[in-house]
Each structure stands twice: as structure tokens, then as C-alpha cells.
């Protein structure tokens, strides 16, 4: 799907705001309400938008350790990787898991209730035996920047 300045104006408010309201979004991407509320339909069907979610302030909830991790599998068979994911998607405390190129295999981004945990965490990943041959721990001290906001209008190659 192509998408045009309009299409890129409603995914940047409702990535700012999942609650706007229809007129609210209908003046900010330039439209009458009808036809706004069309192409949000449109966009969600087409699977651009995914969902709506609500961002908590987690440190206000319970106290929490946020942290990196880089994993390193022994082996490199497409089953060994295959493994490893199908585990970490079933382990809630992972919130992220890439797979990346370079000198390790995945990075997480994991929260947990305090070091304790997480490192029973990685503990019970190793009892496992999941064929991580290292990982390297990176405790997260200050969060300079998260923003959930992602520059569509920059990734788009012509700007729309």
C-alpha cells in the first residue's frame, strides 16, 4: 500500500494520541470526519496499524530493572534459532527480542521485578538448554530517550 501525506498525518496523531477522537483526527489529517475515519479502516486492514496500547510508567506501578541482554547461540542450524524463539515469545518478562547480525545472535530487552529475578530468569533459560553458548547482562541506569513514536513520514522514501 502505498501512502500519501494524509495516510502519513493520521498515522503520526494516532501514534501521539490511540484515543483521539474522530473529528480530532479528521482536523489533524485535513479531512471531513467520514472519509478520515475511512482511511484509518483502511490502514488497520491492511495491517499498518497493528494495535492500540496503552504506555504505562512502569517505575510508578512496582519497582522494576530494566535490562539489555546480548545472546550468543553455540550452534547456528536453523532449528537452534527456531528453539530459542519459540521459548522467549512465551516468556513475558522478555518484552523485545531481535534477531541481529554482527558479532551476537539477539538482543532482549527485558523488566523484571529486581536483579534477583532476572537472574533467575536467565537461570531457568540456561536449565533449558537452549544452546546459549554466552550472554552478556547490560543493566539499563537512566532511560535517556523512549519514544514509541516511530518518524514515518521520515522512513517513507519520497516524504509523500
Keep these: 500500500m502505498r501512502l500519501d501525506a494524509i495516510d502519513l498525518r493520521i498515522l503520526d496523531a494516532i501514534q501521539r494520541d490511540g484515543r483521539i477522537t474522530k473529528l480530532a483526527l479528521a482536523e489533524k489529517a ?3 470526519p467520514t472519509p478520515c475515519w475511512m482511511r484509518l479502516r483502511k490502514l488497520e486492514r491492511a495491517g ?3 494495535g492500540y496500547h496503552a504506555r504505562l510508567s512502569l517505575r510508578r506501578v512496582a519497582p522494576v530493572a530494566s535490562l539489555g541482554v ?5 550452534n547456528h542450524r536453523q532449528a537452534d534459532f527456531d528453539r530459542f524463539e519459540r521459548v522467549v515469545r ?11 547480525g554482527g558479532g551476537v545472535d539477539y538482543i532482549l530487552k527485558v523488566v ?11 537461570d ?3 536449565d533449558r538448554e537452549l544452546g546459549i553458548a554466552r550472554y552478556f547482562t547490560y543493566i ?3 532511560t535517556v530517550k523512549e519514544d514509541p513514536v516511530v518518524p514515518v513520514s521520515v522512513l ?3 516524504g509523500a
Design 90 to 100: 512465551d516468556i513475558r518478562e522478555i518484552v523485545c527480542c531481535w534477531s541481529v
Design 70 to 74: 546480548e545472546i550468543t547461540l553455540a
Design 140 to 142: 539499563v541506569t537512566k
Design 156 to 158: 517513507v522514501a519520497d
Design 48 to 50: 499498518i496499524i497493528s
Design 112 to 122: 523484571a521485578a529486581d536483579i534477583d529475578a532476572y537472574q533467575r530468569l536467565i
Design 124 to 126: 531457568a533459560l540456561l
Design 30 to 32: 485535513g479531512l471531513s
